[in-house]
C-alpha cells in the first residue's frame, strides 16, 4: 500500500475543515452566547418599563425578545434593533432609556441566541425580522410607517434586508440607524485567507450594498474611532451607496470608541435619540 504525502494529507484535512464551516456556517456567522452585556441606562430609563416576550416561527423555532415601553402613555413608534454577532440583546432595555418618550424597543435574540432556537442564516433571521416587524406594529396598534430599524455589526445587515424588503412592498420604514456597518459579510470574509475560500459556499451575503439601492428613507451611520473587525471604507462605501439611491444619510464618528464599545456608550446612545427626536413629533 503507497502512502500519501505529507502535503496530500495536509490538503485533504483542509478541504474536511472547510466542508466542516461551510456546513456550520450560520451558527459561526451569528455566533453563539447566554452572556448579557449591560450598559449605563439612559436618562429616560425611569419612564420605562420592560417585559419579556416570545414569538413563535415556523418549525417550532421560538424566538426570545424584550419589549420596552414609555410608561404612562402609549407609544407613536417602535425602534426595532438587530444585534451584533454573539450580541445578547437582554441589554436593550438599558438603551431605551435613551430614546424619545414617544418610542418602543423591541429586540429578539436571532436564532441559537440566548434563549432563541432554531439555526440562524440571512434567509431565515429576514423572515424572523419581517415577522417580527409585523408583530411589534400589531402589538402596539401602530402603522407600517411608525417602524424604524436599528442594526449593530453583523445585524446591519439584517436591518437593511429587512429595510430593502419593506421599501419593494411599499410599506418603507422610517428611518435606519446602522452602527459599524459593512458593506456586505461577503466583502469582510475576502480580507482574510483563512476565510475568503469559503465565500462561493456562504449562503448568508448580507449585500447591504445591494439592499441600498432601494432605500429613499433617512439614515444615521455611527462609527467607531478604530475599527479592526468592519474597516471604514467598507461603511463609507455604503454610505455612498446610499446616498447615490436618494438615502438622507448622517454620519458621526465617535471619539474614544472600538467596533465593540461604540454600541454601549452614551455618546453614541445620545447621537441615535436625538437624531430620533426630531420625529417624535410627527
Partial sequence: MSTLP???WALLAW????????LAQGRLLFGHTWRIRRTQPGPAAHRRGTRAVRLERPGGVRLKGWLTLPTGHAPRRLLLWFGGRNEHVAWTPDLAGWLPDDCALLAFNYRGLGGSTGWPGEAACVDDAEAIAAWGLAELGLPPAALHLAGRSLGTGVAMQLAAQRARAGSPVAGVVL???LKSLRALLLRNPWTAPLTPWLRSPLDSLA????????VLVLLAETDRQVPHAHSHALVHALRQAGAAVSVHQVAGTNHHSLARTPQAMGCLGRWLAPRSSA
Fill in 15 to 22: 478541504a474536511l475543515l472547510m466542508g466542516l464551516l461551510v
Fill in 6 to 8: 505529507a502535503w496530500t
Fill in 179 to 181: 452602527i459599524t456597518p
Fill in 211 to 218: 439592499a441600498a439601492r432601494g432605500l429613499r428613507c433617512g
